[in-house]
């Protein structure tokens, strides 16, 4: 059996958050007051939305926009673990859960030849409207109410779980690798066996700390791809 490994992307793949990197294509790289404070809980591709079209109205294209985000950096050591993943991907299934969007990550992947490694991206769906303009959808409808209401991670997880099983594959463990506070909700869906890997110094890592008796997997806290690295060759001892 496979292991399946679950990435997170802002501040797990990539060494920054692919959302607010965007705004360098802005004007003197800022956002307006108005647009930097319209930001609600729980609505963040609302958010996005709002500021792609303002980048749009300012004349930024598409080729203005996947310049800046090539140049995002990826995590220290996680292009070498990505490369070692794509080189057994006979005991990895791997896949990206994200509350980024499809045309970021794409490009971010693509550019660095790493796309191919990931068996599916769960993320939000972006698209280029007849105008030029980025635009972003919420990924599905939940009613999980620790979550933003755009992306559950455990309810993908969940689903994505249930049709692998239907179609016959089966899993020694889940490796889940992540940061962020959106990340606790899968890490519940864990169980004895599984890996949970929350990023040093980042929200996920202090969650958990705060609501270790919700979980029930081990924990295994990283800072660089390098040490993601080492932990999977050991489950291939």
């Given at each position: 059996m496979k292991t399946l490994l679950v990435f997170d992307f802002d501040h797990?793949?990539?060494n920054d958050n692919s959302d607010t990197w965007i705004v360098q294509c802005a004007p003197d790289k800022?956002?307006?007051?108005?647009?930097?404070?319209?930001?609600?809980?729980?609505k963040w591709t609302e958010y996005m939305g709002r500021i792609f079209t303002y980048l749009g109205e300012q004349g930024i294209r598409e080729d203005d926009m996947k310049r800046i985000m090539i140049s995002i950096p990826y995590t220290p050591g996680m292009t070498e673990l990505l490369h070692f993943i794509g080189q057994n991907k006979d005991r990895f299934d791997c896949i990206i859960i994200s509350d980024s969007n499809t045309i970021f990550i794409d490009w971010i992947l693509t550019h660095a030849n790493v796309h191919n490694v990931f068996d599916q991206v769960f993320t939000n769906p972006a698209a280029?409207?007849?105008?030029?303009?980025?635009?972003?959808?919420?990924?599905?409808?939940?009613?999980?109410?620790?979550?933003?209401?755009?992306?559950?991670?455990?309810?993908?997880l969940e689903e994505f779980i249930a049709k692998q099983t239907s179609d016959g594959a089966q899993y020694s463990k889940i490796v889940y690798i992540g940061d962020g506070s959106n990340d606790l909700c899968p890490v519940t869906f864990l169980k004895k066996?599984?890996?949970a890997m929350p990023r040093e110094g980042y929200s996920l890592q202090k969650h958990i700390a705060k609501e270790v008796e919700i979980i029930d997997?081990?924990?295994?806290?990283?800072?660089?791809?390098?040490?993601?690295?080492?932990?999977?060759?050991?489950?291939?001892e």
């Open positions: 797990t793949i990539v800022t956002l307006p007051n108005v647009l930097q404070n319209s930001d609600e809980k729980g280029f409207d007849r105008f030029g303009n980025l635009t972003v959808q919420n990924f599905h409808v939940h009613h999980c109410t620790s979550c933003p209401k755009n992306l559950c991670k455990r309810k993908v066996g599984d890996i997997s081990s924990i295994s806290i990283w800072s660089t791809g390098n040490e993601i690295l080492a932990h999977l060759k050991l489950l291939l």
